[in-house]
C-alpha cells in the first residue's frame, strides 16, 4: 500500500494484497487522514468482483457521512451494478474531477 498526501486529499494505491487485506489498513490508520478526501487506487490489480468492492461500503459511508469524499479509481468494475453510496471512476483524474465537484456542493451547502 502506497499513500500520498497531496494538500486535502490521500491517494492510497494497492499493488498486490487483496481487496479485504486492503480495506483493514485503511481502517486501521484511518485517524491519518480521516479529514482528507480520499481516493483509493486500484488500477494495479486484476479485475474485482464486487463482492469485494462492497468491503469498502462502511468505510466509505463513514467518510462521506464526515463531509468528505470517498473515491476507487477501476477500470474494470461495472459501475451500473455497485450500491450508489460506492463512487467509482475508472481514472484518477476523473476521482480529482469528482473531489473538486463534490468540495463546490458542500461550499454551497448542498
Known sequence: MIIDKNENTTLITQENASVIELVKKIESLYPKFKNDNI?????????????????????????????????????????????????????????YDIIEMEEMERDLGF
Open 39 to 95: 481516493i483509493v487506487n486500484l488500477n494495479t490489480l486484476k479485475a474485482i468482483p464486487l463482492e469485494k468492492i462492497i468491503e469498502f461500503l462502511q468505510l466509505s459511508n463513514k467518510h462521506r457521512g464526515a463531509k468528505h469524499s470517498f473515491v476507487i479509481v477501476n477500470q474494470g468494475i461495472d459501475v451500473d451494478k455497485t450500491p450508489d453510496e460506492i463512487i467509482i471512476v475508472p481514472t484518477l483524474q476523473e476521482a
